[in-house]
């Protein structure tokens, strides 16, 4: 009997991990876009299981070739890029010309690279519930804000 339990519960994990990868946001891949998929890269800290979880997200829904750069800290990123502090999470990707702040959907990702806005890059303070790489669940929309050339910034998008 106790056998029987492991095995089903074993199965209800994989059941339920198989569902979440599944799962995808609005479109399930980048739009096509010239040198794309060479220019990603993904700082976070190699001590964060959360970034870890958003990495594969971003690989597993965005690209594939993507480059995870573990760091014993990432705040000379954020300084070199001019990520506000008041924006700043616990990770941040370079996606060509644009960094790209916290746990971001890629459907503002998909959006960054389709207008190509002249600003440094987008950005979601904290780590929402709910948002990819986070557990819980969704409570509100999340606000992207752009981060302008001069450090100002303001919402962008909500999802």
């Known amino acids: 009997m106790g056998k029987r339990k492991y095995v089903w519960g074993a199965l209800a994990l994989i ?3 198989g569902i979440f990868l599944s799962v995808s946001p609005k479109g399930s891949s980048f739009p096509a876009v010239d040198g794309f ?21 971003f690989q597993r829904k965005g690209n594939s070739g993507a480059k995870v750069v573990n760091l014993p800290s990432i705040d000379s990123i954020k300084e070199n890029y001019g990520v506000p502090s008041a924006l700043q999470s616990c990770h941040t990707a370079i996606v060509g010309d644009y960094f790209v702040e916290g746990h971001i ?4 990702v998909e959006k960054l690279l389709t207008e190509k806005p002249d600003i440094k890059g987008i950005a979601m303070s904290g780590m929402p519930s709910g948002s990819p790489g986070m557990p819980g669940t ?8 752009a981060v302008n050339h ?4 303001g919402e962008w998008m909500r999802i």
């Open 138 to 145: 969704k409570s509100g929309d999340f606000v992207v804000y």
């Open 150 to 153: 001069d450090g100002s910034f």
């Open 37 to 57: 998929e060479k220019d990603i890269q993904i700082f976070k800290s190699s001590s964060c299981g959360c970034c870890g979880i958003y990495a594969d997200y």
């Open 15 to 17: 059941v339920v991990v």
């Open 105 to 108: 959907p890629l459907e503002a």
